[in-house]
């Protein structure tokens, strides 16, 4: 294993942006700035219940996840056509390509779409070709990963599966997100079975808002390969052996947890906490538009206000995203090698 060699306090911002990694846990609705929004509704006759950009900025004063979750779906529901979700994820990726993100696993949720009349096809589509281009133009690979809703039923997540058959090769896994508490991973127990059988990769939100057990759920119910946030698991010390010895990954986001208060202070965050017990870490964005920060900022925020957090950490979480990633083998040790490449040329700086 690569040991990195020692780099001074004041040189990580720059290593944290230059270095390559992999963001595994950010919503594509979620990087919808409040411009873009504006942009859309007026391209497409949609009406905001906001009366300018302004006034959509000031509503981002979150308390909690429910109270993000409203002026998210309020947000998307400007995209209606193909070109819509282009656009949206094509520029998530421009801006990703710029943090040095050599690979993305980009969450959508068709069903906030599908009961506005928008086709899975149309979502899929739109962003399976961001994605093509992307990787052409600014050679970021990216692969799309379906969320269900976990407000709503076990059967609507089914009649969404249906939905996207025909384009599962565009498609590598599946995720739950939303509103979590009241909605246990074990309420999708049989449509995660379902996908798994279909060979799609799986992940699930677990341990944001939620307890410990919703974790295990995940683990034992829908065998998630990781959890999405994760958290919560420093309450459960059984929790953290078994994330540990299985190298689970938690795919941690800073800026959200900070923005709905999950934590109160950036310094309180528990990353550092993580990453000492053993657990797979790997630092996010999640709704970058909405939480002040794509994933550099989220790297260079939490490293700032955690002091204990060392260049050997930053190692770390940037080698656990590309190991963690659904990438094939091959891939994932290719961009290994360029993190040490990295890390070796910033310390002979
Ligand atoms: O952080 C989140 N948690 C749950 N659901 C979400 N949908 C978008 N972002 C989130
Ligand atoms: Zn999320």
Redesign the pocket.
């Known amino acids: 294993m690569f040991t990195p060699p020692p780099i001074a306090r004041e040189r990580l911002p720059a290593l944290l942006a230059a270095m390559p990694k992999a963001e595994l846990h950010i919503?594509i609705?979620?990087s919808l700035e409040p411009e873009v929004i504006f942009a859309l509704a007026q391209r497409n006759g949609v009406a905001l219940p906001y009366a300018d950009v302004e006034a959509l900025r000031r509503a981002y004063a979150f308390s909690d996840?429910q109270s993000?979750?409203d002026i998210?779906y309020a947000g998307a529901s400007v995209l209606l056509h193909e070109q819509d979700f282009y656009d949206m994820a094509r520029a998530y990726l421009a801006q990703a390509a710029m943090d040095n993100v050599a690979h993305a696993e980009v969450?959508f949720?068709p069903q906030t779409h599908t009961a506005r009349g928008v086709s899975m096809e149309t979502v899929v589509r739109g962003l399976h070709r961001a994605c093509v281009d992307a990787r052409a133009e600014l050679g970021i690979s990216s692969s799309l990963i379906l969320?269900f809703l976990?407000h709503l039923s076990e059967e609507d997540a089914f009649a969404t599966l249906e939905q996207a058959m025909p384009l599962l090769e565009h498609i590598v896994g599946v995720g739950l997100?939303?509103?979590?508490l009241g909605h246990p991973p074990e309420k999708f127990a049989r449509v995660f079975a379902r996908c798994r059988q279909l060979g799609l990769r799986l992940v699930a939100?677990a341990g944001?808002e939620g307890p410990p057990a919703f974790i295990w759920s995940a683990l034992d119910v829908l065998r998630v390969e990781r959890i999405?946030?994760g958290v919560q698991a420093v309450h459960d010390a059984a929790l953290m052996r078994r994330l540990a010895q299985d190298r689970i990954a938690l795919t941690v986001?800073p800026l959200?947890n900070l923005k709905?208060r999950v934590f109160p202070e950036l310094s309180q965050h528990n990353l550092k906490r993580l990453l000492d017990a053993g657990l797979a870490a790997t630092v996010n964005s999640?709704?970058p538009a909405y939480f002040g920060g794509y994933i550099n900022e989220n790297f260079t925020q939490v490293f700032a206000a955690v002091p204990q957090l060392t260049a050997h950490d930053a190692w770390q979480l940037a080698h656990n995203s590309f190991a963690a990633s659904f990438a094939p083998e091959g891939q994932r040790r290719a961009w290994q090698d360029r993190l040490v490449e990295c890390f070796e040329a910033h310390a002979r700086a």
């Not at 997100?177 to 979590?180: F, G, L, Y």
């Open positions: 919503h609705e979620g996840l993000f979750l998210y969450f949720d969320c976990r997100d939303s509103s979590e939100h944001e999405d946030h986001c959200s709905l999640d709704d």
